[in-house]
Structure formats: C-alpha cells, structure tokens
C-alpha cells in the first residue's frame, strides 16, 4: 500500500467514508481500521480539508476549506 501521503484526496475521502461506514455505521472493524481512520483524518485536515460528522444519517462530510492561514 502507498503511503498516506502519496494518496489522492480522492482516494483518501473515499477511504475515510469507508473506514467511517464501518466502525461507527455497522461496527465491524478491527484495531488497524481504527489507526488507519486516524492517519486518513490527520492527512486530510493537513491538506485543508474540515471534516465533520452528521449524526443523522450517520454520514461523514469533507470539504475543502476555502480559509488560507497566512502564518
């Protein structure tokens, strides 16, 4: 597998959507799907991206954010 951050935002929503389906939709998911969870969220708010959950459905939304520090 490559690493994190040789991975397309596509890719790493779409993977992020998946990893978020199984540990908080269905709940089948192991220790690995967890840490992976973790580093695909982490990448992604590195890369300008703002995640947030809706509780109902259930669903895992990220966007781009459109804000650009100037630090």
């Known amino acids: 597998m ?15 959507e998946q990893l978020y ?3 908080f939709i269905v709940g089948s998911y192991g220790l690995k799907d967890l840490y992976d969870y973790v580093a695909v969220i982490e990448e992604l708010t590195r890369r300008g991206y703002k995640i947030r959950e809706v509780q109902k459905p259930g669903k895992l939304v990220i966007k781009k954010s459109v ?4 630090l």
Do not use: C, N, T, V
């Not at 690493?3 to 890719?11: A, F, L, R, T």
């Open 21 to 23: 389906d199984a540990i």
């Open 2 to 16: 490559k690493k994190i951050s040789e991975i397309s935002d596509e890719e790493l929503i779409s993977y992020a």
């Open 67 to 70: 804000f650009s520090s100037s």
